[in-house]
């Protein structure tokens, strides 16, 4: 049998359970604005017991006007970009984050296939995290089926919050070396 953390109920190593496990313990809160992975990163984040002191909720915004109306995305930067870009996922992090009003934001974007998205190749993934220690947008190019696209980012959307946490605990322990990184 696999070790589990004992407090909430998931295997250890869990990315999910990690980033639970340091929201709880710093108090602060986190959002998630999903569209390629439709609701999978929110359901990651909550099978996580004891998740409701950190979690303020999510939004799965799958069609494009929704990036909009919902998670406030501008809409010429959707017009002009697409939703399939580094600064579309920025701003559906930020969006979420003040939509929910947490502490952190937790955003996907991509295109998981079967077939490429307006000229953006299938496996092509934005996630970012906006928070307390400003934000980030990391670029994945995933390569599998459907399946493998939508779980990898959501693995890679909680490793990126995760090291943006860290960040953040580094910088209020040490401000005035923040800026040496």
């Keep these: 049998m696999e070790d589990t953390d ?3 109920q998931r295997p250890a190593g869990s990315p999910a359970a990690s980033v639970v496990h340091r929201l709880h313990d710093c108090g602060e809160t986190l959002a998630t604005v999903e569209s390629l992975t439709g609701g999978l990163l929110a359901a990651a984040i909550v099978e996580i017991a004891g998740v409701s002191s950190i979690y303020r909720g999510g939004l799965v915004v799958y069609a494009t006007e929704l990036k909009a109306t919902l998670a406030g995305v501008p ?7 697409g939703p399939v870009d580094p600064d579309v996922a920025l701003a559906l992090a930020e969006g979420g984050r003040q939509r ?4 952190w934001g937790l955003a ?14 299938v496996g092509l993934v934005y996630v970012a995290v906006a ?7 990391r670029r994945l190019d995933l390569d599998g089926g ?9 693995i890679e959307a909680l490793r990126l919050l995760a090291e943006r946490i860290q960040v953040a ?13």
Aim: charged share 30%; with cysteine.
């Design 6 to 8: 004992a407090r909430h």
């Design 75 to 81: 809409e010429d930067l959707l017009a002009s970009r």
């Design 100 to 103: 929910c009003g947490a502490d």
């Design 108 to 121: 996907t974007t991509g295109v998981a296939g079967p077939e490429p998205q307006d000229g953006k190749p």
């Design 131 to 137: 928070g307390p220690a400003g934000s980030e947008v």
């Design 146 to 154: 459907r399946d493998h696209v939508r779980t990898a980012a959501v």
């Design 169 to 181: 605990r580094d910088a209020e322990a040490d401000p005035a070396g923040a800026g040496r990184r």
